[in-house]
């Protein structure tokens, strides 16, 4: 899941195709006023006239004063905002735009990539592993709450479907304050009881509100802090690194946690990623079909230590809803 090179290239070939969109867009404008206001153009021509009385002053040894010459361009581009301004056009009509305004399209903020190429690097991995697919059929407006049954749990003394319209709730308030709270959660309950599939459309909500997103089986989580301790083929040439990304993207999803071959290795890195996250402030959602004694069991007791203390754990109750599907 590290960034190859040709993922990365992928990437700069999108900004390049922004950037000559907006180019394109901005010829169109220019045409368009140089038909609608002739004399916009006229003073076109004075400003490129005035540098070229620059550039020879400059080569036969006789520069113009600076202070001159910008007063001079300053006076025309006034005037020509002013004829923008008086024809309904706004005085920035024929700036050049772009879609991302604090990169400007390049993907980069000085030396940093800007978050708009991690959001793009996060998208294209979700279009490889057809995630985007999977949030067109998985999200709130497919959620269907009657899966779930009215009859009371005799242990709870709560409804499936009781329990269940609770945990929604207290997820569409995680997605609502996501910006101004960092909260875990974690959901454990049977095979089929909806646990990805809620996962899915908390993912979806804050995709949609342009945040990063990482969804990972435990599996494949397990398969990148191998590569990023040890090093594989398919390092990322670009020199970005996926374990990265899991600790600074604003939501890791973590599914199936319990799935995936366990070890001494597996849960010193699984804690350091959990911890990491914590430390600096970013939220994080796991399921498994584990119960907390099971988690307590498999995982070291710092990992159940900064899950009992740090997420809040709901129990999903229902049957198999993909074998109700089947069936119905």
Do not use: W
């Not at 300053?74 to 772009?98: F, I």
């Not at 945040?211 to 435990?218: E, F, G, P, Q, S």
């Amino acid at each position: 899941m590290n960034l190859k090179n040709s993922q990365y290239q992928a990437i700069m070939r999108q900004y390049d195709l922004l950037q000559l969109h907006h180019r394109h867009l901005q010829n169109l404008r220019y045409q368009e006023i140089s038909e609608k206001i002739p004399a916009y153009n006229q003073l076109e021509e004075e400003i490129a006239g005035l540098y070229a009385d620059r550039a020879r002053s400059a080569v036969l040894g006789r520069p113009s004063p600076e202070d001159s010459f910008q007063e001079h361009l300053q006076l025309l581009q006034n005037r020509q905002k002013q004829l923008l301004l008086d024809a309904g056009y706004p005085a920035d009509y024929l700036a050049l735009t772009c879609t991302c305004p604090d990169c400007c399209d390049t993907g980069f903020i000085g030396s940093e990539k800007c978050h708009c190429f991690k959001q793009a690097m996060v998208d294209l991995l979700y279009s490889q592993s057809n995630i985007h697919e999977v949030l067109k059929q998985e999200n709130f407006d497919t959620f269907d709450i009657r899966y779930y049954s009215e009859q009371k749990d005799r242990r709870l003394g709560i409804s499936p479907r009781e329990n269940m319209q609770s945990i929604v709730n207290t997820c569409r308030d995680f997605i609502s304050h996501f910006d101004e709270q960092t909260r875990n959660l974690l959901f454990y309950g049977d095979t089929g009881v909806g646990k990805t599939f809620l996962t899915n459309c908390i993912a979806r909500e804050l995709l949609d509100t342009s945040h990063t997103v990482i969804y990972l089986t435990a599996f494949h989580l397990v398969d990148i802090l191998q590569s990023n301790t040890f090093g594989s083929d398919d390092m990322d040439d670009s020199g970005e690194n996926m374990f990265d990304y899991i600790l600074d993207c604003d939501l890791l999803i973590i599914d199936d946690l319990g799935t995936e071959l366990n070890n001494s290795f597996v849960t010193s890195q699984l804690f350091l990623c959990i911890n990491e996250r914590l430390l600096a402030g970013k939220s994080t959602i796991i399921s498994t079909n584990l119960s907390l004694d099971e988690l307590q069991n498999e995982y070291s007791e710092r990992i159940f230590s900064r899950l009992i203390s740090n997420y809040e754990i709901m129990l999903i109750l229902g049957d198999d809803i993909r074998i109700k599907k089947a069936i119905s």
